[in-house]
């Protein structure tokens, strides 16, 4: 097998780890035309950028050259995506910046989900416990009340 034809298999097995959010910045990189990658399945987009692949290779007039544009695109890939098979929708190609704002947007959601728990069992709490007196009023200690009999001891 040619050097060159090795070199596209490697790159074509980084693309098949990628997402379509990655496939999608990928073929732009590669000066695909958004409206023939937006909003397509993964399997569509990678069709589109190997038939620019193709196009863009046939250009070459030899293998070396062929193979530097290839081994150039996988430096690209390896420089920018970091695959990730628990990353379902494969968004790998986000900036380390972007997902240090998810942590911490993460944390701080969790943070206020803490303290409504928190606030929670304190009303909880709250509600549980028995009045100072020991005894619950009667109906006719809140009939004195009402009355304002209550202090008066006419029993």
Request: with cysteine.
């Amino acid at each position: 097998m040619a050097a060159t034809e090795e070199t596209e298999i490697i790159l074509d097995c980084k693309l098949l780890a990628l997402g379509v959010t990655d496939l999608t910045e990928f073929g732009l990189y590669l000066k695909v035309d958004k409206a023939k990658i937006g909003g397509q399945t993964k399997v569509k987009i990678m069709k589109v950028i190997r038939t620019e692949l193709e196009k863009i290779i046939n250009t070459f007039d030899s293998d070396e050259q062929t193979n530097e544009y290839l081994k150039g695109l996988i430096d690209f890939l390896d420089e920018n995506a970091q695959p990730k098979p628990s990353d379902e929708e494969g968004n790998t190609l986000k900036p380390s910046s972007e997902l240090e704002k998810l942590e911490i947007e993460l944390k701080a959601i969790e943070s206020q989900q803490k303290a409504i728990e928190e606030k929670l069992l304190q009303a909880k709490q709250s509600e549980n416990i028995p009045k100072s007196s020991g005894s619950s009023p009667t109906v006719a200690d809140s009939t004195k009340m009402k009355l304002g009999l209550a202090g008066n001891n006419f029993t």
